[in-house]
């Protein structure tokens, strides 16, 4: 039986975590921000749920609870972020602060940030554009999972990409997905359940198509999006590259096999190429193409065209990128945040240990 | 059978023909240029096949053969640039010069373009920014053949992405791929074969998946990447989409279902909310963010790491994007160009038309 909390209880034990860690309260609240951002959205795979092992990370000393977050090259319109091992969850917001004030200036701004941790999911960080009327963007590298096309081995994260663009009078659009053809919190689902998996989510050990949920904790490998060669894997594994080398190689971050792991039981890798793990963040101001409102009404346009577009079964209507979150948020703010057994009882030890009430 | 022609034939023909209907030295140049790459990397849907296309799309009056080309609005990262009903081929190259000129000055530059037309591939233009040691980003949006995720009716076009990045004594990556499962040439190679076409790369009239090559023209649609909601689809559907808000939304030019067609004797859209296709184009300096030495030294390793991924079948490696491309450009450059009868038949045909020898 799921148990429902309110998201300021969620949010308060979140942030007395990260003080507990050392976080300064500037950086708890942000960090707490960033990770409940996930919760609200419906992404409980990302959200509150991991709050433990990020705790685990700063225990194995691979997270630095006080960083000094510092801009160490830029131009105009771009900077590379040094995250001095800095949570990602309180990086990435500073990173695309840089990216949204360099868009002010001269009609972009573009961040690759080294040495961060995981950043909880990219849409919150790219949607910190919208009130500022720009398109925000971000990405990040991650500990490999996924196989490229025609590889046994595992080279890729799940490597998600974010866009977030403003709309006048209807929500936004927001997308955010991982490269994979499943995200990884998909196949844990399914894990749990010990429920097949469909096509093209994963490979076994040999390299296989697999309908088997445990194949990727038994040497197997994620697939990139479009599942196998027919189904143009290759391209979710450019899309992949694309992110990782934006995030790891332009920023002096680690890339490919070498990014480190988020479970802080996995050994970090051996010989790593750069720092910590790699993301990237743009920001782009409407009206450093046409007028804002110009470009919301078209927008509106588009998005009442798409939502429009004659559906298959009149009952499932075409889905606007950013629409289902909207709802999930509405409801959780109202309803609470539903949180499985095991997630309760994680947070609860967590608390003792650290002495904060759940 | 084939027959193979060398590339300066081919060149100076299109070149020839591009004069005859009016464009400047300059501009046939460039055309032929944009649209010789095609066949020379191995794209020969996109390449000189199309010649006779955009030649009727001229006639048509769809296409100006002489535009002024023009910037009508900008930031020191940004433009938008008015392709004055001009070929895709020349304005493409013009526009992604502007983003090369403001990465230059501020470290990126990024162009929305509209009132233009189909631009052949994207990696060519794309390409222009490697010899600058910067990243180069082009896409572009088309006629709708695509239906997103549960919709029966065609929104998106097959919308290409291209990212080339440099790299020291490795090739260039340079991906290059239709935001959907199969690039539409390559339906129209099993429509010729007769052949049954793979799950997940078109539906039909009724949006059910079909295995029949011909379901696109008996009114179906292609497939988003992903292929189907289980394949994750709905990315797919958000690639085009994205691809198409920053070309065609952006920038003023048409969208979604409103994006002109290719064949000439399709009817224009109805109600058309912008001017003529849109692209988009990108340029980030690698020194904006680290030493291009430091850069390209890591992607050297990030490309001989990809290549050596342990490979399910030993004779078939894991491929570097862009790798499969330089090898048709050696062979194409030294053995010629193979073109089909039905091409060699219409080239042939085009040239008498316009008073130019084959």
Redesign the interface.
Known sequence: MEQRFTYQQLFNFTERIFLAIGCTAHDATIAAESLLSADLRGVDSHGVARLSGYVRLWEAKRVNANPTLKII?E????A?VDGDAGLGLVVAPFAMQVAIDKAK????G?V?VQHSNHFGIAGKHAMMALPHDM?GIAMTNASALV???????K?LGTNPIA?A?PAGKQAP?V?D?A?T??ANGKLEILQRKNKPV???WVQNK???ASNNAHALKEGGALLP???NR???S???Y??G??V??FSG????AN???WVPPFPAYIPMPENM??QGIGHFFGA???D???TAD??KK??D??IA??KN?????VN????I?GEPEVIFENDRMINGIPLLPAVVTDLQQLGENLGVIF
Not at 249 to 252: F, M, T
Not at 309 to 313: F, L, M, V, W, Y
């Open positions: 090259h131009t105009p319109s771009t590379v200036n001269v009609g972009t573009w690759s398109i196989a490229p096309t025609f590889a046994k081995q080279m866009v663009i659009f997308a997905f490269t053809t499943a469909p096509q093209g040999d390299g296989a999006l479009g599942g027919e189904g143009s290759h391209k979710g450019m899309l590259s694309i990782d080398i190689v332009l920023s002096g890339f490919g096999p190429p750069g782009m101001r409407i450093a193409f046409r110009a470009f078209d927008m346009q588009w065209a798409f577009a004659t559906p298959i079964d499932e209507p075409v889905i990128p």
